[in-house]
C-alpha cells in the first residue's frame, strides 16, 4: 500500500547535527506478535529476528502480505536480538547468553556458533566487519570468522557519547542506529563514531501507538532504495525513502 504522507523534519540547530528529511514510499503488514530485535532484506524477502524468552525466532517473511515464509525458533532459555546477513548467511545475537548463531539463509540450518563476553543488541554488517552494539555508547567491529573485536568506537554527537544504541544498519557507508527507548534513528559515521544525522520516526510511532498497545521503534533494513522501519509490536513495517 503506497503511501502519500511526506514527512519533513528540519534542523535541530547549530550545536546538533541535521535532521535527515523522508517520504513514506511503501507500507508493509508486521505481525502484531514479534518483538523485533534485528531486521534485514534480502532477495525480495525480509529476515526478522524476534525476542523474548519462550518467543524468540528467526523468520523469513513476505514483506508484501507479512506471511512468516520460514521460522526456526529458538530455546526459551534464549532472548534473540540482532542480525545481520554476510554472504549466504545470518548471524543472530542472543541478549545476556553470550551465543552468535551463524546459519545459512537458504533453509536456516546451522553452521557454526560464536561466544561472546557481554550483552548482544544490534548487528550489521560493512562488508568486511560485523559491527556489534550493547546498548552502550561504543561499537565493536569484529571478524566474521573468528567473531574476535578488532576495533571499537564510541559514538558521540559533538563531545556528548550517544548510549542506547540497539538495531544497527549500512546505508551507503553510513551505520544506522536505533536509539532505545527514543524514536530516533542516528546515522554514524562509521570510521570516527561521529553522529552526522537524525532520522525522527515519532511521526510513525505516533500513528502506531494509536492503533494499540506496542513497544519502540526498532528494527532497520535497507534494499538499496528504501530503508525499512519497523518497531516490537508494531503493525506495520515502513519503507521510507531518504531525501536528499
Known amino acids: 500500500m503506497l503511501a502519500a504522507c511526506l514527512l519533513v523534519a528540519g534542523p535541530v540547530g547549530a550545536a546538533g547535527a541535521p535532521q535527515i528529511e523522508y517520504r513514506i514510499a511503501v507500507e508493509y503488514p508486521h505481525d502484531r506478535r514479534a518483538f523485533t530485535q534485528g531486521l534485514v532484506f534480502d ?3 525480509l529476515y526478522e529476528s524476534t525476542g523474548l524468552r519462550g518467543r524468540s525466532s528467526l523468520r523469513k ?4 502480505t507479512g506471511r512468516v515464509v ?16 554476510v554472504g549466504d548467511t545470518l548471524y ?24 561472546y563476553e557481554g550483552e548482544g543488541w544490534g548487528l550489521a554488517f560493512d562488508g568486511e566487519r560485523l559491527v556489534m552494539s550493547d546498548g552502550s555508547a561504543t ?3 569484529r571478524d566474521p570468522l573468528t567473531f574476535r573485536v578488532e576495533r571499537e568506537v564510541v559514538v558521540r554527537e559533538g563531545a556528548r557519547p550517544v548510549d542506547a544504541l540497539n538495531e544497527l544498519e549500512f546505508v551507503d557507508g553510513a551505520l544506522y542506529a536505533n536509539i532505545w527507548r527514543s524514536d530516533r534513528v542516528a546515522r554514524i559515521d562509521p570510521a570516527r563514531g561521529a553522529v552526522t544525522g537524525w532520522l525522527d520516526l515519532s511521526p510513525i510511532a505516533a500513528r502506531e501507538r494509536s492503533t494499540g498497545e506496542v513497544d519502540v521503534a526498532n528494527g532497520l533494513a535497507w534494499d538499496g532504495r528504501r530503508l525499512f522501519v519497523t518497531g516490537k509490536f508494531w503493525r506495520t513495517v515502513y519503507g521510507l525513502e531518504l531525501l536528499p
Do not use: K, N
Open 139 to 141: 561499537l565493536r567491529f
Open 61 to 64: 517473511v513476505d514483506p508484501a
Open 92 to 115: 543472530q545475537l542472543t541478549w545476556t547468553a553470550g551465543r552468535a548463531f551463524v546459519l545459512r539463509i537458504e533453509d536456516f540450518s546451522r553452521v557454526r556458533e560464536h561466544c
Open 70 to 85: 520460514r521460522i526456526r525458533r529458538l530455546s526459551d532459555r534464549l532472548f534473540a536480538e540482532g542480525l545481520a546477513r
Open 43 to 45: 532477495r525480495g524477502a
